[in-house]
């Protein structure tokens, strides 16, 4: 009997994808691994969101950056070409009514290569020399896209857009961890960050237990079936000992035929 599919998405985006794995008749578990929050101080973010129209490209790290910043951005200004690095960030946008009919929006060519890496092989880097470009992210995050448009000529300003964090060990937390380590599942790893903290939690974990010395979380994790949708993450869970690997290149429909082969 197969067990559950443990989706880590932060919970905005685990939930539609839950209803299509539950679709496929198999239980679901919600466990999202980084939980977003509102800026402290919105101030930076709002200051230039109020002069879209002066960039002529604007790069959006994520949904979770999408969401953020249309809940202030009223209409998107003419003539500003949007980035976005995956399906789901373009999902987003059509929610909020951007869509390629009546704007223009970027994202790698090849969509099972979703990364900031192939954003930039599909972009008109040169056209970028000497204008402005704005990237919206979290607080923290990668800077080969910001490099890579700088190296360009561009001039850049990157905002954040949301604060994510590794939720608290709780003890209804520790609990669901111990449950689920007790089978095997296939878990959904959309992020490297999510993963590390999920290491970190499960030894944060194993100091709870009155054997810690006889009590390794982390072992039984590296013994469960992750399927990932970057190659990205694939090397950072196999730097963390994870053997038990899916890649599926990026994109919902490719995790649900992942996890139907699974069966």
């Known amino acids: 009997m197969a067990g559950a599919v443990v989706i880590t998405r932060p919970l905005a985006q ?29 101030a930076p973010l709002l200051a230039a969101l109020a002069q879209l129209d002066q960039y002529v490209l604007v790069a959006f790290v994520s949904p979770n950056a999408i969401d953020a910043a249309f809940a202030y951005i009223k209409q ?51 056209a970028l020399n000497g204008r402005r ?17 700088r190296a360009a000529g561009a001039l850049v300003d990157i905002v954040p857009a949301y604060c994510r964090s590794v939720p608290a060990l709780t003890p209804q937390l520790a609990a669901t961890l111990r449950r689920l380590l007790a089978q095997q599942n296939d878990w959904i790893i959309t992020s490297s960050e999510a993963l590390r903290g999920l290491c970190g939690l499960l030894a944060n974990l194993d100091l709870q237990h009155p054997d810690a ?46 996890l139907q082969s699974c069966l």
Request: proline content about 6%; cysteine-free.
């Open 14 to 42: 685990a939930t539609p994808l839950a209803a299509r794995v539950a679709a496929l008749g198999r239980t679901v578990e919600i466990l999202p691994l980084l939980e977003i929050a509102p800026l402290a101080d919105p």
């Open 76 to 126: 998107w200004p003419a003539g500003v070409t949007l980035a976005v690095v995956g399906e789901g960030s373009r999902a987003a946008l059509a929610a909020h009514g951007v869509t390629p009919e009546r704007h223009t929006i970027v994202s790698p060519a090849d969509s099972a290569h979703s990364d900031s890496e192939h954003l930039l092989q599909t972009l008109d880097l040169d």
């Open 133 to 149: 470009v704005l990237i919206i992210r979290g607080e923290s995050g990668r800077e080969l896209m910001g490099d890579g448009f």
């Open 213 to 258: 010395m006889q009590h390794n979380s982390v072992v039984a994790m590296q013994q469960q079936h992750l399927i990932v949708p970057h190659a990205r993450i694939a090397e950072t869970a196999n730097n963390l000992g994870f053997s038990k690997l899916t890649l599926t290149g990026s994109g919902d429909e490719r995790l649900l035929a992942a």
